[in-house]
């Protein structure tokens, strides 16, 4: 059956790219009200896709925002069930004129299929549809599957914790597959087992009733962005360690295996200078960058704004000063308690001579997952196979709420197992998906198929 499998997948390539051009076509930003009918026609669009393949239920569903696509097809008795995850909304394309070619007309250049969308993530939901159509036509699908296909991931995916918590015993499984996310190199697999969580505020200082003439003023009254600028400056010691009361209590620390392990990521803190663009790395004392972006939590200033920013001078003590701080959290913190840290914070160092306030924009939980399950282990299989060596295990910076999400309300791992690459501009002009990497990427998900029935 494998052997077939990739045979029709291999004879099919050119039919294949036709079919992800077309789903590449439709403009789907899920955060523009005016793409909203585009939106909907994607996910008609997929459950059409389902539908072809034989897959049942295959059906569109509404939320009160964007809508979901859900399928399944449950004829393995025995064998494990895995429910597919992918969004199929993208982001918006501005700046429009720093892109090459039209963001939804897709053009090949030097290998690469760009187009909004390619990598993140129609590219692997594609590339996973056929596999399991590559599967059918040999000698049919070896597991059970369940399919959940969301439009609203890239504004937060607001309606999904409810239609997961509404919908349980729709969405039952084994394991479930993540389709978004990339590998290292064309030639080097990887697999993300964990995923950092995410706290984040806004965090405004009120000085004086209104802004002041800094000259009459100043030396006087002490100045909301000062205090701002130190209070901030207090966040971190002199070991680039967070200063917030509590905030490493329920940290996980890094045994030497899995310390070992993340050795084996080839991108080097020398890398990691050149990727960033800067003279010198920094972060926590006696952890490498990729620790420090992946195992470790971390506070960061995404933006401040206090007084007068225009063009020229103007003299002014600022009344107000406004910082937005984001905190990436790893498993077993509780974003909810990061309130009360920083809080507790403010109160602790903020002078009587200001007032403060912390409001929450949102939050989110971090993810880890068993690298021995033998879920991960078919995943492991199947990536060697198809690429020859690896993968390598790897921890990511960022976060994918819906995996936390999974294991806390379905009680399962997910598999995060996505044919993206770093350079694919993601969320920026030209975004592209490797072609060499795609059509590997349709080989490994019909051996992980495979694996898992064994």
Request: proline share 7%; glycine share 10%; aromatic share 8%.
């Amino acid at each position: 059956m494998l052997t077939q499998a990739l045979d029709f997948a291999r004879g099919n390539q050119a039919r294949f790219l036709d079919e992800f051009k077309e789903l590449l076509r439709i403009p789907c930003i899920s955060t523009l009200p005016d793409r909203r009918d585009d939106v909907r026609r994607a996910a008609e669009w997929l459950a059409d896709e389902l539908r072809r393949l034989g897959i049942e239920k295959a059906e569109v569903l509404k939320t009160p925002g964007h809508p979901i696509v859900h399928g399944e097809w449950l004829h393995a008795p025995g064998k494990p069930t895995v429910l597919v995850y992918g969004h199929y909304d993208v982001q918006p394309v501005d700046p429009l004129d720093e892109w090459v070619s039209d963001p939804f007309d897709p053009v090949e250049r030097d290998g690469n299929l760009y187009a909004r969308g390619a990598s993140d993530m129609k590219g692997s939901i594609v590339a996973f549809l056929k596999a399991v159509e590559s599967l059918r036509a040999s000698d049919g699908l070896p597991i059970n599957l369940r399919f959940l296909f969301e439009g609203e991931e890239e504004i937060g995916s607001p309606n999904l914790p409810d239609f997961i918590s509404n919908n349980r015993d729709m969405l039952g499984a084994d394991v479930a597959l993540n389709c978004d996310g990339q590998i290292l190199r064309p030639d080097l697999p990887s697999l993300t087992y964990a995923l950092r969580g995410l706290a984040y505020f806004e965090i405004e200082i009120v000085g004086p009733k209104q802004d002041l003439h800094s000259g009459m003023f100043g030396g006087a009254v002490h100045n909301p962005a000062q205090v701002l600028c130190e209070l901030i400056a207090g966040m971190h010691d002199a070991d680039n360690r967070v200063t917030l009361p509590g905030f490493y209590d329920r940290v996980r620390p890094l045994d030497d295996e899995e310390r070992a392990a993340l050795a084996g990521n080839p991108v080097t803190d020398e890398d990691w200078k050149a990727l960033a663009g800067v003279k010198a790395l920094w972060g926590e004392k006696g952890y490498t960058a990729t620790e420090c972006t992946g195992a470790r939590p971390t506070l960061e200033v995404n933006g401040i704004i206090s007084g007068f920013t225009g063009e020229g001078a103007k003299t002014v003590l600022p009344a107000r000063a406004m910082a937005k701080v984001s905190t990436r959290l790893v498993a077993d913190q509780d974003p909810a308690a990061i309130h009360g840290q920083l809080c507790a914070y403010l109160r602790a160092h903020a002078p009587e001579t200001v007032s403060w306030e912390v409001r929450e924009l949102s939050h989110g939980d971090g993810a880890i997952m068993d690298r021995r399950s033998p879920f991960m282990q078919a995943a492991v299989r199947a990536l060697r196979e198809t690429f020859g060596t690896g993968p390598v295990f790897k921890r990511e910076g960022g976060s994918v709420p819906v995996v936390a999400m999974m294991q806390k309300q379905l009680g399962f791992d997910s598999i995060m197992m996505g044919f993206g690459l770093p350079d694919d501009n993601i969320h920026a002009p030209n975004e592209k998906q490797h072609l060499p990497t795609w059509r590997r990427g349709i080989e490994a998900y019909i051996r992980f198929l495979s694996a898992l029935a064994e």
